[in-house]
């Protein structure tokens, strides 16, 4: 296989797609990567002020290319993090292969015949990345620089007419802003947490509509320069919906900028578990070998899984222990923030959030103010809470409610086919990254986890030796059988808490073992025995793999 031949297109230059173009240059081949935004970085180039890591940075790394010296924190801020993946990129020589300001509007699949897809047993027919077959059109729109100019040698000049997995046959054309490129293989980088916020229904004249103060959306919050996020919150009563990351991390940031004056409200329906930034050591180095011996697998055989019944007690002791030092050390029950699941629940959801600093010091002095309820709506002088005898006062209200990231996975596919293989189906992917119904693509960075750099460079790695032509896939059918093995086992743990996205969490050495063995690669990775079942893997521990 010649690879430079073989057009590859990366969709977004966040983490995902900065480790693709590199894994996929150093097996020789010429990937483009088309990123909506004037930079790089992804989600960390457009945060919050006060937003930094959540992840200790032993653990938010690339396996080859350190922290520098000069960073100190164990948990870099938002600015050091963009700086280091501009360091990555420049010492990659990624920057040459981005195309800034191109956002992709659509993705179609063409191949002679639909009724070839479905006959093939094999993954694109052959089970190889690159198949006679078939060529994906990406349609591409220069929104902030139409003047833009493509590589001549990867830019479709002329209509086609083809059968086309769509619901028309259409002409495709090249004008001043819009581009259509044909490639051989698509990775999708687009990531979960952007571009489609996620906004609640309200019945009729209940919603923002009836509302004289502003809402909006975490991501717009994010999105604002912060000297523009400051004077917009500036001496305004503003309340944060939500009890995740970014509703934690803005109602702290608002409720610091503020003070007791203008006090900042949180309401929210659930409470989970925040975990202070000194704990979070503790919960990364449990991620060995010892402690997946305790967790069950999926397809796991009489041994393995006797195993985990002996052991998993301990890791029930673990979560009793954290939940009982959180309630001690922490006024939960006062606030009624008392969660009603498990610890270590929360974390195999991939529902983990950092204790922002002083946050209960604010709850104090009076800054800021926790109302649970399990619902609301909106009035003209604020919100309507369940619950409550008089509306919440308010001037602004942003919606930390989180993304619609399945349907802006689907809506990138123009094939109502593809579509509904996202839509219609909640398996997860095979290897967290291929589905196994649609041809020569793949995606990066979707898989949610604690460590989700770590995770997705091991992930780009098993997809170029893939793309070079290492080991082959198996059967279509033999990947839809590995997936709902795994659906059926994390259902039986999550239930309604089930999402593809997460189906690893406590099993990250296991699922790199099973990228190892396909790669080829010796999966264990220590010198010696105790260390291998004892001391916490990381990316360190995988640098040469590739």
Not at 346 to 354: H, L, Y
Not at 445 to 457: F, W
Not at 525 to 546: I, Q, V
Request: net charge neutral.
């Amino acid at each position: 296989m010649e690879s430079d031949k073989k057009r590859i297109a990366i969709i977004g230059a966040g983490i995902s797609g900065l480790m693709a173009c590199k894994y996929t240059l150093e097996k020789g081949f010429n990937p483009i990567v088309f990123e909506a935004r004037s930079g790089i970085g992804g989600v960390w180039s457009q945060t919050i002020e006060s937003t930094k890591l959540q992840t200790p940075k032993d653990f938010y790394q690339f396996s080859d290319f350190p922290w520098p010296r000069e960073v100190k924190e164990t948990y870099p801020d938002h600015t050091q993090v963009l700086e280091y993946l501009h360091a990555y990129a420049l010492h990659f020589n990624i920057l040459p292969r981005i195309k800034f300001n191109s956002k992709i509007t659509c993705i179609d699949y063409v191949t002679s015949s639909t009724a070839d897809l479905h006959s093939w047993d094999l993954w694109g027919g052959s089970g190889e990345p690159f198949s006679p077959w078939g060529k994906w059109w990406l349609t591409v729109r220069n929104g902030w620089n139409p003047s833009a100019s493509a590589p001549t040698d990867q830019v479709v000049h002329s209509p086609v007419q083809n059968s086309r997995l769509c619901l028309c046959i259409q002409e495709l054309t090249t004008d001043d802003d819009k581009q259509v490129y044909q490639v051989d293989f698509v990775i999708l980088c687009t990531g979960r947490y952007n571009d489609l916020p996620n906004i609640p229904d309200f019945p009729l004249n209940k919603g923002p509509e009836v509302f004289n103060g502003k809402v909006l959306h975490s991501m717009d919050y994010a999105a604002m320069d912060d000297d523009v996020a400051a004077d917009l919150i500036k001496e305004k009563r503003v309340t944060i919906i939500g009890f995740q990351k970014s509703a934690v991390d803005i109602a702290a940031e608002v409720a610091n900028k503020n003070g007791a004056t203008h006090p900042c409200t949180l309401l929210f329906k659930t409470a989970h578990w925040i975990v202070p930034e000194y704990l979070l050591p503790l919960v990364f180095q449990g991620l060995n070998r010892f402690t997946e011996l305790m967790v069950h697998k999926p397809g796991e055989g009489f041994f393995i899984w006797l195993l985990a019944m002996l052991l998993s007690p301990l890791l029930w002791i673990f979560s009793m222990s954290i939940e009982c030092y959180l309630k001690y050390m922490y006024p939960l029950k006062k606030y009624n923030m008392v969660p009603t699941h498990r610890f270590l629940k929360q974390i195999s959801s991939c529902m983990f959030t950092v204790l922002p600093a002083n946050f209960y010091d604010r709850i104090k002095d009076g800054s800021l103010s926790l109302k649970k309820s399990q619902s609301f709506s909106f009035c003209r002088n604020g919100l309507i809470v369940q619950g409550e005898s008089k509306p919440l006062l308010s001037d602004i209200v942003i919606l930390a409610t989180g993304y619609k990231s399945e349907e802006k996975l689907k809506n990138m596919f123009s094939s109502t086919l593809f579509q509904k293989c996202i839509a219609e189906s909640s398996a997860p992917f095979y290897r967290e990254c291929i589905h196994p119904q649609i041809p020569q693509l793949a995606i990066l960075g979707y898989a949610d986890s604690p460590a989700i750099l770590y995770s997705t460079e091991m992930r780009s790695k098993w997809l170029a030796h893939f793309l070079a032509g290492n080991f082959r896939l198996p059967t279509i059918s033999k990947m839809e059988e590995d997936v709902m093995e795994w659906e059926k086992y994390k259902r039986r743990d999550e239930k309604e808490s089930y999402r593809r996205s997460c189906v690893s969490t406590l099993l990250q050495i296991y699922c790199n073992d099973q990228l190892c063995k396909d790669m080829g690669c010796n999966s264990r990775r220590k010198n010696w025995f105790l260390a291998e079942l004892f001391a916490a893997y990381g990316p360190k521990d995988y640098k040469d793999l590739s």
